[in-house]
Every structure is written in structure tokens, then in C-alpha cells.
């Protein structure tokens, strides 16, 4: 197309940005504005966007993430990994026992094994056994760290007064203080700049009339006789156009009917379970100690209404596994060995993983075989990231029958997901309370092998009191994750934002 057909076609608007560009060459959408005489920024970006559809321009985006404090008070707080340096350093002359740190009162005994991880993380100490008794002895690294503040810290003094951005902080700070609970709101911040092209920039050099035109015939120009004096403005007919996009339905549904037909053809039932458990269901049952540290609040949502849920109507089953947790019972094994309370067991929680949907099913229907599956979402108190969420799916699963074993749980893995697409994956060993031997199923994602989930044999601490004597192959395995790999996201919370471009165009699996 000529350039004279391209000016005639231009709208006032972009006329205005086209010469504003011409003296700025690139700027801001409000800088734009301001040397355009525009009167909104709104304008602005209309006209780019057609002057960039007709190759004129071109506009740039960089999000720029900025991370300030959910709650001021933090600062004013030493963080927990500082407060135990400081009493064992203090106290215990760099060494001390766990029962003798919590003893001291000085944290929660939850804070405690918080801080211990990022003790350890930091290189500050190191946790070891002796006889019965854990030991934290803290290193050189620890005994530096005790007269000046690490970087963390040093940021939230920062973020104290004000918004910090990715580059206003050390590299790796800000990604390790969003992994603390409830500590750092992210606020993503869109940064555009508009450009003029080769072509924009040769048509801005002309000379042509800024002046106003009309669009569109309306009856008041018709009535009045002043289509005689206005400018008609072009158009073109070959110009951009955006898709029209009927409704469809979200990705992850249809992820989750595309897993249902999966398992569904390879002889499954589909059942399915309720968010609220007791802890006997869910951990219990499941042979979890329980001193497990996935039992501690800052892993398991517990409840306050209800507090805790009656297990009268599981008065015999209680009865054996709190056997099976102190000696063993009739398995074979020597349990935990420790003093098992009912007032644990009741307390209500939010499920962590869907395999309590899996051990009431052997509860209920012990007869042999049985090939079940779920779908469902289960919830852990985790500190969100782009591979975490505190709450998502879980596909899981159990086959239970004459002869079923290791090699028999792999290859039904990898039918699974080579049903679903992935081209590569991997089996590696695992550990998990309730599951011997235990495996992790992981898949390569952008270079890396990432963890999908975990899978195994029951062990007979949880099939026997169920009713069951044969093998019971058993997984749990994240759909998000799964997802991400199909999809091609980096970061797993994209899945939920309700991003209507990426809805749009999200392929449909």
C-alpha cells in the first residue's frame, strides 16, 4: 500500500501519536500523551495498537515485579532462625539439645522447626543424632552471623518503609522471602514503551494535515447537511480485526476429563471423597507418626469449627490402629513405639492428600480386586512459588490384586502418562510412612526434571487393619504440574489467574 493511502487512512488519534513519536522516537504511553496533546492514556494505546497492527510502530512490555510487607509488625521481629542462633549461641555456648532448645521458651515449638530449616538452609548449624537425643550444633558460618544481619534481614528493614523491585535487592533475596508464610505481597507492575518502526519513522517525517475527521456517518450529520463538510476518513477493508473467540470450557477441566477417560479405558472406577477429615483418616490410618512433621501446623490446615471429629462409629478400627502405631499389632512390625492419642486422631483438618478417598474405599470394599481413582483438590499450608500452591489437584489412585507388584505399578505409570502425552519421564526412589518401597514419578520441564508425585506399595501397617492382605499398589500425583508441562507455563499460578488472553488461546488438551 502506498504511503499516501497509509496517511489518508490514519485516524486523528494516531496522526497525533505518529508526530508525538516523531520528536520522542520512543517513550512512555503518558509521555506520549502529554507531547500528542492526547486526553487520555487510554487513547494512546488504542492508536498504537492500530498504528503497531499496520506495522508503524511497535510496542514493548516488561513486568517489573515489586514485593512489599503483608504486615509491617515483621520488621520490628527478629526472625526465627536469628532468635534460636542467639539463644544457643548465647545460652548453650553453641551447642544444644532439641528438647533443651524448646525447654528454653524463647519460640513455639512450630517457630523451632521453621528456624531449624533455614539454619541449616543458611549454612548457619547442622542438626545431628545422638542416641535418642537431636543436637544443633552451630557452624563458623553461624558464629559470624551472630554479630552482623544477613541480606534477608537487611531487606526487610527496606521493605519496612517501602516497595522494593527485583533489582532494588540482592540477587535471591526476594525469592527466599517469598517462600515464608504470609510474609511478601508480589505486585506485578506492566511497563510499556512505544517505538516508531523504520516505516513509522519515514511517514512521522512527512508532512501531513492534523485535522480531525469523521468515522462514521451519523444522522445529525445527515439531518444537519454537514457531511458536505466534513472529512470522511478511509478505510481499509484488508486492515486487522481481532478473532472472535466463542465461550469454551476452562483448561484444567478439560485436563481433568482427559485424565478421567485415561484411567476410565484402562478398567478404573472413579471415586470420590470430602475436604474435611479427621487426622485419623488422614494421617493415622495412613501409618503417620504422630510427632510426623507433616502433621505440624505449618503443613496441615487444621480446623476450628469443627475442632475435632467423633471416631465412635470407627471404635474398632481405632483400636487396631493405635496397635499397629505402638507395637506393630499382627503385621509383623514394631509400630512406632510411642504412647498413640485419640485426641490427635480427631482433630478435624482440611485432607492433604486424597489417598484417605483411597483407604476408606479398602475400609469398605476389602474384597479382592480393585482398581479405583480420584480427582480432587487437597490443601497444605505451603508458601506459594511458580511449582507450589496451597491448594491443588491431586489424581489418585490404588490396584489391588493376586499378584500385583513394583514392575506392575511402574507400567501402569508410565500407560498413564504416555496416554497423556508426555514424552519423557522418569521413576526415581522415594520414602514415604505409608508405602514400601516408594518411588517419585518425575517429568523434564524446561530443562529440569521436575517432581510429579509419589506412588508405592502400602505397606501392611495400613492394608492389614483394612482387611487386606494382598499388595495394594498406590499413587498421588499433581495435576497443576502436569499441566504446566502441556501448556508450556513457568510458573504454576498462571493456571489460575484468569487471564482471559491466555484462556483464549490455551490449547484445548
Aim: hydrophobic share 40%; glycine share 8%.
Amino acid at each position: 500500500m502506498a504511503d499516501e493511502d497509509v496517511l489518508e487512512q490514519l485516524s486523528y488519534s494516531e496522526k497525533k501519536v505518529l508526530k508525538a513519536l516523531h520528536t520522542l522516537k520512543t517513550s512512555t504511553p503518558e509521555n506520549i500523551q502529554k507531547e500528542g496533546g492526547l486526553d487520555q492514556v487510554v487513547e494512546v494505546m488504542n492508536a498504537a495498537s492500530w498504528l503497531q497492527a499496520k506495522g508503524l510502530v511497535e510496542i514493548r512490555e516488561v513486568i517489573r515485579k515489586n514485593y512489599s510487607l503483608k504486615r509491617k509488625d515483621v520488621a520490628a521481629k527478629k526472625l526465627p532462625e536469628r532468635v534460636v542462633l542467639e539463644v544457643v549461641m548465647q545460652d548453650f555456648g553453641g551447642r544444644v539439645s532439641l528438647a533443651d532448645l524448646k525447654a528454653s521458651g524463647k519460640l513455639k515449638i512450630e517457630d523451632i522447626q521453621i528456624a531449624l530449616g533455614w539454619i541449616k538452609r543458611k549454612g548457619w548449624g547442622d542438626l545431628t543424632k545422638e542416641g535418642p537425643d537431636t543436637i544443633v550444633i552451630m557452624t563458623d558460618k553461624g558464629r559470624a552471623a551472630l554479630s552482623e544481619k544477613g541480606d534477608d534481614e537487611l531487606t526487610i528493614e527496606r521493605l519496612a518503609t517501602s516497595e522494593l523491585s527485583e533489582e532494588d535487592a540482592p540477587e535471591g533475596v526476594l525469592e527466599a522471602l517469598k517462600q515464608r508464610k504470609d510474609f511478601l505481597n508480589e505486585k506485578h507492575i506492566v511497563i510499556r514503551t512505544i517505538a516508531l518502526t523504520e516505516k513509522g519513522s519515514e511517514l512521522a517525517a512527512r508532512p501531513f494535515e492534523m485535522r480531525e475527521e469523521v468515522a462514521q456517518i451519523t444522522p445529525e450529520l445527515i439531518q444537519s447537511g454537514k457531511w458536505r463538510e466534513v472529512n470522511l476518513r478511509k478505510y481499509d477493508v484488508k486492515a486487522f480485526a481481532p478473532t472472535a473467540i466463542g465461550g469454551r470450557k476452562h483448561p484444567m477441566t478439560l485436563l481433568i476429563d482427559r485424565v478421567r477417560e485415561a484411567f476410565l479405558t484402562m478398567g478404573f472406577t472413579e471415586i470420590r471423597g470430602q475436604y474435611v477429615e479427621s487426622a485419623f483418616w488422614n494421617m493415622d490410618v495412613l501409618f503417620t507418626a504422630q510427632d510426623h512433621p507433616a502433621r505440624e501446623m505449618q503443613d496441615t490446615f487444621y480446623l476450628k469449627n469443627p475442632d475435632k471429629i467423633d471416631l465412635t462409629k470407627d471404635r474398632e478400627l481405632v483400636d487396631i490402629v493405635k496397635q499397629v502405631h505402638e507395637n506393630g499389632w499382627k503385621t509383623g512390625s514394631l509400630g512406632w513405639r510411642y504412647d498413640w492419642k485419640i485426641e490427635e486422631a480427631e482433630r478435624a483438618l482440611l485432607r492433604t492428600h486424597s489417598t484417605v478417598n483411597t483407604a476408606r474405599y479398602i475400609a469398605e470394599n476389602p474384597e479382592l480386586p480393585f482398581k479405583v481413582f480420584s480427582i480432587g483438590r487437597i490443601f497444605r499450608s505451603e508458601a506459594m512459588d511458580s511449582t507450589h500452591l496451597p491448594e491443588f489437584t491431586q489424581i489418585e489412585g490404588i490396584v489391588c490384586e493376586e499378584g500385583a507388584n513394583f514392575n506392575m505399578l511402574c507400567g501402569l505409570l508410565k500407560e498413564f502418562y504416555r496416554r497423556m502425552g508426555i514424552p519423557e519421564m522418569r521413576i526415581r526412589p522415594a520414602y514415604f510412612p505409608y508405602t514400601e518401597p516408594s518411588l517419585e514419578v518425575e517429568i523434564l520441564w524446561k530443562g529440569q526434571w521436575m517432581e510429579l508425585g509419589g506412588a508405592g506399595i502400602f505397606r501392611p501397617e495400613v492394608t492389614e487393619p483394612l482387611g487386606v492382605k494382598e499388595p495394594v499398589l498406590a499413587w498421588g500425583l499433581g495435576l497443576e504440574r502436569l499441566g504446566m508441562l502441556l501448556w508450556g507455563l513457568d510458573d504454576i499460578r498462571d493456571i489460575y489467574v484468569s487471564d482471559i488472553d491466555w484462556l483464549k488461546k490455551a490449547p484445548q488438551v
